[in-house]
C-alpha cells in the first residue's frame, strides 16, 4: 500500500525537514506486521515528493494478531490489508512520521507551523460508504477531495464499483494537521482496525483531533467507526469534545503499542508506552543525523524561533490547579480524591510533599488500575508509595476507610449520582466520614450556552447539571443539616451573563460539631 505526499513550495525540499527523512536515503522501518519504506520520488526546489510504501507480511500479520480477527474465518488467508491503505498505513505512518505529527522541527522551528501546499494521494483506499464518504470527512477540513471508485473488474464493467476509491487531497494545510487528518480518517473510512481496541484509544483520537475534530460536522461517525463502534468508548470520546473543545480533558495517557492483543497487561501497556517514548527520542536523534549540511548550517546562524500564541489553559487543569490551591489555602495535609477516576488529582497531589496522606477512591476497577499505571506504582518510591492509598468503593455506602482526612474532594462526581440516591452520598461524606473540609465542584449548566456545538448535558453519563442557584440551595441545605458552614467560589473565567465553567462549593465543618 502506498502514500504520496507533495509539495510545490519553495525550497520544496523542505519536506524532507518537516518529515525528518533525508530525500537523499531509502529508509526501511520493521513493524510488527511488515515493512514501511520512506523514498523521494521527485526531490527538486520547485516539487518534492515524499512516499510511504508499506509492504505486509501476511504471516506476521496473522501472528501479531492471534485469534483477533474482526473479519470471516478465512480473513487471517485471504484479505485486502497486504493491497489496500488502512489501519495498517495508519500506524506505519504514526511510527515512521511521529515527530512530524508531533509538529517539532529542531532544525527549523518555524517550519512545522507554516500551511503549505500539499497532495496526498493513496491509489487504493477501502471506503465503507464510497466516494461521498471521503468527500464529507476531507472536504470540512479544508481539502479539495477527488475520490474515484474503483471497478470491481475492468474488464466487466457491468459487475459495478468496488468498495475501494483513489483518493486525492490537494490543499494548503500544516504538514502535522495533514497526517493527523490521514492517521484518524483512514481506519475511519475502513470502518475497521487491524488490533484490539482498548479504552485508551479514546485518547489517541483526542490527542489526533486536537484543533479540528470537535468542530467536524462528522465527529459522531468518526468517533464511532475509529473506536470500533464500542458504544460505550465513542460516548466518552463525543463528551469529551463536547465539554472541552479542541482542548483535551486531562493529560493524556502514553500510547500503548498499537498492535497489542488483547490480553496484554497494565504493565506490559506501560512497558510498550516508555518503549515508544524512547523511540520518539531516537527519532529525534535521526533528524539531526538526516539534516542537510546547508540545512544544519541554517540551524546555526537560522532564523529566531516563531513565538507562538499563547494556549488557553483546559478547564480541567484550571479546576485542579483551584483544587489544589484551595487545599493549601485550608491548610490540610491529608487529603482524600472521592471519585479519583484515572488520579490525576492524586498525582497531583502527591508531587506536593506538604500532602503527607493521600487517599483516592473510585467505584470503578478499571478507572484504578488505570491510575495506578499512570501514576507507576510499580515504580514509585517507597516514601512516597507509603503517603497513598488507593481502593475501590462507593460513595452511597458508609466506609471506615474514608475517615480520619483533613479534607476531601468530590470534583465533578454529584453530578454522576442518580438524585434519588445524593442522600445517601450526603450522610456518607458529611454525616460518616466527616472531614474537616469538603471541596465540591460541579458544571455550571448556564455555562452551557458558550459551547456551541453541545447539545445536552456536558457528558452522557451526567444525571444533572445545576444552575449556580440550585447548586447554592443543596450546598446550604447540605451544610445546615450536618454542621457545616458553606462558601462558593468561581473555576474558570466568570462570564458576567451566565457564570463560570465550573462551580465550587467549600464546605467547613463547624468547630461545635
Known amino acids: 500500500m502506498l502514500l504520496t505526499i507533495t509539495t510545490t513550495a519553495r ?10 527523512k533525508h530525500p537523499e536515503r531509502v529508509q526501511e522501518f520493521g513493524q510488527s506486521f511488515g515493512t514501511a519504506t520512506v523514498f523521494y520520488p521527485e526531490a527538486g526546489d520547485e516539487r518534492c515528493t515524499a512516499a510511504l510504501l508499506l509492504e505486509v507480511d501476511p504471516i506476521a500479520l496473522v501472528r501479531s494478531r492471534g485469534k483477533s480477527s474482526p473479519d470471516f474465518s478465512l480473513s487471517q488467508y ?30 527549523r522551528p518555524e517550519l512545522p507551523g507554516t500551511p503549505l501546499p500539499l497532495e496526498l494521494r493513496l491509489p487504493a483506499l477501502p471506503c465503507r460508504g464510497g466516494p461521498e464518504l471521503a468527500a464529507r470527512l476531507f472536504k470540512p477540513l479544508g481539502w479539495e477531495v477527488d475520490a474515484q471508485a474503483l471497478p470491481l473488474d475492468e474488464g466487466f464493467p457491468e459487475w459495478g464499483p468496488s468498495r475501494y476509491v483513489r483518493l486525492t487531497l490537494r490543499g494548503t494545510a500544516r504538514l502535522a494537521d495533514a497526517l493527523n487528518h490521514l492517521y484518524v480518517l483512514l481506519p475511519v473510512l475502513d470502518d475497521g482496525k487491524h488490533y484490539w481496541i482498548a479504552p485508551d484509544e479514546v485518547d489517541k483520537l483526542i490527542r489526533a483531533g486536537e484543533g479540528w475534530l470537535h468542530g467536524h460536522p462528522e465527529r459522531g461517525l468518526i468517533s464511532r467507526r475509529y473506536l470500533g463502534r464500542r458504544w460505550a468508548l465513542a460516548r466518552t470520546a463525543l463528551a469529551r469534545l463536547a465539554e472541552l473543545g479542541d482542548e483535551t480533558e ?3 495517557e502514553p500510547a500503548v503499542e498499537e498492535d497489542a492483543p488483547a490480553g496484554e497487561s497494565a504493565a506490559d501497556e506501560a512497558a510498550a508506552a516508555e518503549a515508544e517514548a524512547q523511540g520518539d527520542a531516537a527519532a529525534e536523534a535521526e533528524v539531526q543525523g538526516d539534516a542537510p549540511p546547508a540545512e544544519a548550517e541554517a540551524e546555526v546562524q537560522g532564523d529566531a524561533p516563531v513565538e507562538e500564541a499563547p494556549k488557553r489553559t483546559p478547564l480541567n487543569v484550571t479546576r485542579r490547579e483551584a483544587v489544589l490551591a484551595k487545599l493549601e489555602e485550608l491548610g490540610a495535609v491529608s487529603v482524600i480524591d472521592l471519585g479519583c477516576g484515572q488520579g490525576e488529582l492524586v498525582g497531583a497531589l502527591l508531587a506536593r ?15 484504578l488500575t488505570i491510575a495506578a499505571r499512570k501514576l507507576r506504582l510499580d515504580r514509585m518510591p517507597d516514601s512516597k508509595r507509603a503517603r497513598l492509598t488507593l481502593f475501590q468503593g462507593a460513595l452511597t455506602y458508609t466506609d471506615k476507610r474514608l475517615s480520619g482526612y483533613d479534607a476531601a474532594v468530590l470534583m465533578e462526581v454529584i453530578e454522576h449520582v442518580d438524585p434519588p440516591r445524593l442522600a445517601a452520598l450526603e450522610n456518607v461524606v458529611f454525616g460518616h466520614a466527616r472531614p474537616h473540609h469538603v471541596l465540591v465542584t460541579t458544571p455550571n449548566i448556564e455555562h452551557n450556552v458558550r459551547y456551541e456545538f453541545l447539545t445536552g448535558l456536558r457528558h452522557p453519563d451526567h444525571r444533572f447539571e445545576w444552575t449556580r442557584a440550585e447548586f447554592a440551595a443543596w450546598a446550604a441545605r ?36
Open 78 to 107: 485471504v484479505n485486502d490489508r497486504p493491497y489496500a491503505a488502512s489501519s495498517l498505513l495508519a500506524v506505519a505512518l504514526a511510527d515512521v512520521f511521529r515527530t512530524a505529527r508531533a509538529g517539532r522541527c529542531k532544525a
Open 353 to 367: 510533599p506538604r500532602f503527607a496522606r493521600v487517599g483516592g477512591m473510585d467505584v470503578s476497577s478499571m478507572a
Open 250 to 252: 486531562e493529560q493524556l
Open 11 to 20: 525550497p520544496a525540499t523542505d519536506l524532507g525537514l518537516l518529515l525528518h
Open 478 to 513: 447540605v451544610a445546615g443539616q450536618y454542621g457545616y458552614r458553606v462558601a462558593f467560589e468561581p473555576v474558570g473565567e466568570d462570564d458576567p451573563e451566565v457564570g463560570p465553567p465550573t462551580q465550587m462549593g467549600v464546605f467547613t465543618r463547624d468547630q461545635r460539631s
